[in-house]
Every structure is written in C-alpha cells, then in structure tokens.
Nanobody
Framework: QVQLVESGGGSVQPGGSLRLSCAAS????????IGWFRQAPGKEREAVSC????????YYADSVKGRFTVSRDAAKNTVYLQLNSLEPEDTAAYYC????????????????????WGQGTQVSVSS
C-alpha cells in the first residue's frame, strides 16, 4: 500500500527556515520521482520542486529557486524539502507526491502526472 506522510510544517517569521519531510512506504524512491506542491487558500496548487529518482537531479519553480532545496535519503525512503529565507508568500499547505508509473524516474511539474499524494503539512510565514 503506497503511502506518503509529510511532516515538519509550522509557523515562522519571514526569513526563517523549515525542513519538510516526506516519508514514503509501499514503494521504493529509487524508481519514482517525487514532487513537492503547495496550495494557498483561494489559489491553485502549484509545483514547487521535484527530485528525479535516477540520479537525484532536482528541479525548482522560479519562485523558490535559491531558497528551497530538495534532497532524499534512500535508506530512510524519505524526501526532504529545506525551506530557507521564507516569505509570507510561501504560506500554503505543502504536499509531496509520487509520480505515476508512466513517468517513472523523470520529473514533472504537472499535478496530473502524480498518482499518490500525502495529506499535506501547513507552512505559515508571518511577522
């Protein structure tokens, strides 16, 4: 049974940092890319980052490039998203997702490319 469980969200001041975790079970990270998405109230879900399983190549949305870093720990079957220099505009529920088998190890910034999603973890940035 495929499961993705996010954790690590919280409330921080602008300029602060958080590290989100996405613990995967029921499949091996070695064979599937993992994407991170976020959704703020009243806004559409947007892609934030993706890590390719074949070689660990990371991709980022322009809005977070240079501030967020995605990584993975194969031994723990867990993907991390380090959020630095947080801004109020980063406030959202953050979700990790497993790419569907058709895409395999490659990354996508299209939500429909993913077949399993976590429950989300809330990030709030305010002073």
């Amino acid at each position: 049974q495929v499961q993705l469980v996010e954790s690590g969200g919280g409330s921080v001041q602008p300029g602060g940092s958080l590290r989100l975790s996405c613990a995967a079970s029921g499949f091996t990270l070695d064979y599937y890319a993992i994407g991170w998405f976020r959704q703020a109230p009243g806004k559409e879900r947007e892609a934030v980052s993706c890590i390719r399983s074949s070689d660990g190549t990371a991709y980022y949305a322009d809005s977070v490039k240079g501030r967020f870093t995605v990584s993975r720990d194969a031994a723990k079957n867990t993907v991390y998203l380090q959020l630095n220099s947080l801004e109020p505009e980063d406030t959202a529920a953050y979700y990790c997702a497993k790419i569907s088998r058709a895409y395999g190890t490659t990354c996508s910034f299209v939500a429909a490319s993913y077949d399993f999603w976590g429950q989300g973890t809330q990030v709030s940035v305010s002073s």
